[in-house]
């Protein structure tokens, strides 16, 4: 007979949920008994949907989503934005993350990029992966925080690691030598390795003279844009349709 020490050993394993479903099953009224094999198969059941949900809390803590709860099936579907349902339908299934590819998302401030790079970060947290967002100006300067403190190399490994890593608002402003190197940086310990996504104001072909320096705007190009799903979103500034939208509400 199952007592109260065998549910004591299950805690003490860090098998809180199995524990608790354990419970629930000796509750359970004779008339509703279950079959050995039912039982069983509740406890793992339970077991491994709530570990498995563990994990994908912690991926997306660790992702630093910063524009609330972005997912793709929010995004709004419109050809006169730019963006097709079987492009997002596409996106969600991961397989360019998988298959290591980059995707490039431009356009025009407040048209939705952002929360189209987050929400590719948490759908990549969704198929297991772990994701990053970030923004440029922000990266770079952790990166000269990292140098001065010496601890650069193991930061550039740290993002290294990173399934997807979103690179948002780039070329926002001019970079100095320094921080395109530093880019330069991330994205070579990527390729080919991992997936990047990065958003822009700035169309592809203007990246090169925006960058400033020739050679490293080559190589930054060469290693992102040839192997890039690129998503061009038109139209007005989604955050002044919601403001317009919450004012007349």
Known sequence: MITEETIQKLNDMRLHTMAKVLREILATAPGNALSFEEKVGMLVDRE???R?????????????????RAILEDITVDPARGIERSV????????????????????ATGV??????????QAACRH???????????????????RA??????????IARV??????????????????RDL??????????????????LPTKTWHEALGDPTIADAICDRVVHNAHVVSLRGPSMRKRKAVTTDQS
């Open 128 to 146: 297991g992966m772990r994701a990053l967002f970030v923004r440029v100006p922000r990266l770079v300067e952790e990166l000269a925080v990292a």
């Open 112 to 121: 939705g990029k952002s929360y189209l790079g987050a929400a590719l970060a």
């Open 88 to 107: 997002v339908r596409e996106l969600a299934t991961c397989a360019w993350a998988r298959a290591k590819q980059n995707v490039v998302i431009i356009g």
């Open 163 to 180: 399934d997807v890593l979103v690179l948002d608002d780039l070329l926002l402003t001019p970079m100095q030598d320094t921080e395109r």
């Open 48 to 50: 491994w949907t709530d």
């Open 149 to 158: 403190a010496g601890t650069y190399a193991s930061t550039l490994a740290r």
């Open 184 to 201: 330069l940086e991330v994205i070579e310990d990527r390729y080919d390795r991992c997936s990047t996504v990065i958003t822009s104001q």
């Open 52 to 68: 498995d949900n563990r994990r994908l809390s912690r991926r997306l803590k660790e992702a630093k989503l910063g524009t609330g």
